[in-house]
């Protein structure tokens, strides 16, 4: 059954929401030091919401310092895991029973479409937390094959204190992907969220101390990129950063961690995805409905949109008549309204990026197929747009576009298809679509990416690590065990056991 509620519902919980506006440190929402504010703007109204905290270094440095007796305390780093288990699942039971709320408070402040947020954002997020929270006490330490003279332990340590830098796109999700790894494994956290979507992450805080989390565990710290990412990114006390964004910001975060104390960096950047259509791609209606989906969703604001469409010659006019026929699924609207598929572009300065991007495929001789224009009127929406005819040098072959394009690259052999999939700075996600295996295991190989998914778009899911090659990524992933490596230390204990004195000082 599905747990959509009808337009009218969402925009009565609109109207009844508060939204939590200042910064969550020590399990209270505190001013800002700076005594300043930062609008939080309704993308598809453009109306203001609420005037969110800024904050500063100072609230940085003060939320380190509240962070690390939290974490010097053991209240949580030194808890039984069960312990820590039991507190997130409780969060767990909270998102699901605020879960309307939530969806609502996403979509008015990220612009996108209520069905997502409900179905995918708020559900998700749950099920990472659970994921993780349940894995806390079904991990065991290491023992070395060592002789009867030594014990040799290999044993997981919590880093500290953790900053968790986040996009806009992805809100709820992308906290849920941090801050469940690094709570389950014992950290103490500082959340900096996107300055444009900050509410749903102060409301989870704040979900997560009536859960039981100590205060000084989890700290929501709001503002702008320079103001708070930065001081984050260079705090002597700050032992790791895991960031999503830009890969322009990303590798920042590896100059503020070279020229302070060389605290761990996790990056996950952008991606000019491609999804790989060969020439015995069979099912080409599904082809279609996983390529402009994987290009649509949330307007295609997604680090692994598969914006590049690379199709082989032999199967490009059937495959074009079956995108259009999806593309009629797709509409534009309300974000409220469960009956859109696409919402609100996230802020002004996207907006203005995308269309000029759209301009530039039409200059540098791209065909447009469908769309190509914003829509008029109130609010920051673009209809889906599709380009025939790019060539891999075309701007937007490159570069990303983070927004509701895709462009169609023909080419005449398979190997070409590879070869110009690879031919990017990027290294995210790739999608692969052939009715042969033996194909299907080659070419998967062959694609410079940290997913690639067959026969689909997919990003695997919470048991499968996320990251990106080249560009896309650095120092470790997201998702699945392995995301725990990004949280921990490896400490090595070795002990003497021998009875020979002489071995004694050893
Ligand atoms: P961004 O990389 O600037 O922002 C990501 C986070 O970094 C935000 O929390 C931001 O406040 C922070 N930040 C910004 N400048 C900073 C600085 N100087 N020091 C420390 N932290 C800083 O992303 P954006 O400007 O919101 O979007 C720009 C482009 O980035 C988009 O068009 C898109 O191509 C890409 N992007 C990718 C993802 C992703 O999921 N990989 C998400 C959002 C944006
Ligand atoms: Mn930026």
Not at 208 to 215: D, F, K, S, W
Not at 238 to 245: H, L, N, Q
Not at 333 to 342: E, H, I, S, V
Not at 346 to 371: H, P, V
């Amino acid at each position: 059954m599905s747990d959509l509620l009808t337009y009218d519902e969402y925009k009565a919980i609109a109207a009844g929401l508060t939204f939590p506006v200042n910064a969550f440190i020590h399990g209270k929402f505190q001013s800002p030091r700076s005594g300043q504010t930062l609008e939080t703007i309704n993308p598809a109204t453009g109306e203001i919401l609420a005037q969110i905290a800024a904050c500063n270094s100072e609230d940085v440095d003060f939320a380190v310092r509240k962070a690390r007796e939290a974490f010097d305390s053991g209240v949580w780093s030194k808890a039984a895991p069960a312990a820590r288990k039991e507190v997130l699942i409780k969060l767990v039971k909270l998102i699901n029973r605020h879960r309307h709320e939530l969806a609502v408070l996403e979509s008015l402040e990220s612009g996108k479409p209520i069905s997502e947020c409900q179905l995918t954002d708020v559900p998700e997020t749950a099920s990472c937390i659970a994921w993780h929270a349940e894995a806390t006490d079904k991990l065991y330490d290491q023992m070395a094959p060592a002789s009867d003279d030594a014990v040799g332990m290999i044993v997981r340590e919590p880093l500290g204190v953790v900053g968790c830098v986040l996009p806009w796109n992805f809100p709820l999700m992308m906290v849920a992907w941090k801050i469940g790894p690094a709570l389950a494994t014992g950290n103490s956290v500082i959340v900096k969220p996107a300055e444009q979507t900050s509410m749903t992450t102060l409301r989870l805080a704040e979900l997560a101390l009536e859960a039981g989390v100590p205060a000084g565990v989890l700290n929501v710290l709001p503002g702008l990129g320079p103001d708070v990412g930065e001081p984050l990114g260079r705090h002597e006390g700050v032992e790791a950063i895991s960031f999503t964004g830009s890969t322009e910001i990303g590798r920042r975060f590896l100059e503020f961690s070279a020229q302070s104390n060389l605290k761990k960096i996790v990056l996950e950047c952008g991606g000019k995805n491609p999804a790989v259509v060969l020439s015995d791609a069979d099912n080409l209606d599904s082809v279609a409905r996983h390529a402009v989906f994987s290009a649509l969703w949330n307007m295609g604001q997604n680090c692994t949109a598969n914006s590049r469409l690379i199709v082989h010659e032999k199967v490009k006019d059937t495959l074009l008549t079956c995108i259009e026929q999806q593309l009629t699924n797709w509409k534009t609207g309300d974000p409220l309204d469960p009956t859109n598929q696409l919402g609100a572009i996230i802020s002004r300065e996207q907006y203005d990026k995308i269309l000029g991007y759209i301009a530039t495929g039409k200059k540098e001789g791209g065909e447009i197929l469908c769309g190509g224009k914003a829509r008029k009127g109130k609010g920051l929406f673009i209809e889906p747009t599709v380009f025939d005819k790019i060539t891999p040098d075309m701007t937007i072959a490159k570069e990303e576009i983070f927004g509701p394009v895709l462009a169609i690259m023909s080419v005449a052999s398979d190997a070409e298809a590879i070869q110009v999939a690879n031919d990017t700075c990027y290294g995210l996600q790739a999608s692969l679509y052939t009715a042969n295996v033996r194909k299907a295991h080659r070419y998967a190989r062959a694609l410079q990416a940290g997913t690639v998914s067959v026969n689909c778009y997919g990003e695997g899911d919470i048991t499968t690590p996320f990251g990106g090659y080249k560009l896309s990524g650095f120092g470790g992933r997201d998702n699945s065990l392995m995301a725990h490596d990004q949280y921990t230390e490896t400490k090595t204990i070795w002990i003497d056991t021998s009875d020979d004195p002489i071995d004694d000082t050893v």
